[in-house]
């Protein structure tokens, strides 16, 4: 099967500006992540989504930050504006169902200068 | 809150030899899952291990192997015969039963397999 897809693979941008990452989960994975691993840390959730519906956002900084799964399959998640300490790797991931294993992507690095 | 702690920023193995890399945690739960995670250069985390708190039972997949002692909140992993190709970053993770795959990660050991 096809694993998680994740564009772009490389992202550069100034503070202030806003981006988007895609995510393509594997098909028939109902339960889609979105992380954030800052560089030397590991990864930390920030938005849980089941089908289209969200099931935790806590830890999404949600004065610049959004998530949107339409139809329940992709995922976009944008930010606006950017900020230096925005800079990390975004990783995607999916499973099934909640307690599935989880497949994860190959992320987006983001640099903001 | 859950905190998971891996106090190896950095460990070498030479090629063929045993490598243990350890993480705590620290949580009120009594039913909760633990992870080993790899992350290579392509920056994909792959799951390595996985195991199950109410089952005494280290967990084993081919050269990985854990050290699972609950009542210590401790949680190694051992990689027998490394190769080349084990090199990467490994993070421990938790998650709380019922809990959905929402993972708390540690901060992660960078592991280099030496010809």
């Known amino acids: 099967e096809a694993g998680v897809a994740q564009s772009p693979r490389y992202k550069i941008i100034e503070k202030r500006q806003s981006v988007a990452f895609w995510c393509n989960p594997i098909?028939?994975?109902?339960?889609l992540y979105w992380y954030q691993q800052i560089l030397g840390q590991g990864p930390k959730l920030l938005i849980q989504f089941q089908n289209n519906g969200v099931v935790d956002d806590s830890q999404l900084p949600k004065d610049r930050f959004s998530a949107e799964r339409l139809k329940g399959v992709d995922s976009t998640l944008k930010i606006q504006p950017a900020k230096l300490e925005d800079s990390a790797v975004y990783l995607c991931?999916?499973?099934?169902?909640?307690?599935?294993?989880?497949?994860f992507g190959n992320g987006t690095r983001l640099t903001v200068t | 809150a859950q905190t998971v702690t891996q106090s190896q920023p950095e460990m070498s193995v030479q090629e063929a030899e045993t490598v243990t890399l350890s993480c705590t945690y620290d949580t009120s739960e009594n039913n909760y899952y633990l992870f080993w995670y790899k992350q290579p250069p392509s920056r994909q985390m792959i799951l390595v291990i996985r195991q199950e708190a109410y089952k005494q039972q280290n967990a084993t997949e081919n050269r990985f192997s854990v050290n699972f002692q609950k009542a210590a909140k401790s949680f190694s992993l051992k990689i027998s015969d490394s190769q080349l190709g084990d090199t990467a970053m490994y993070f421990c993770?938790?998650?709380?039963?019922?809990?959905?795959?929402?993972?708390?990660f540690g901060g992660g050991t960078r592991l280099m397999v030496k010809p």
């Open positions: 993770a938790f998650m709380r039963d019922n809990a959905g795959n929402m993972l708390t």
């Open positions: 991931a999916s499973s099934r169902q909640g307690s599935s294993p989880l497949h």
């Open positions: 098909s028939g994975h109902a339960t």
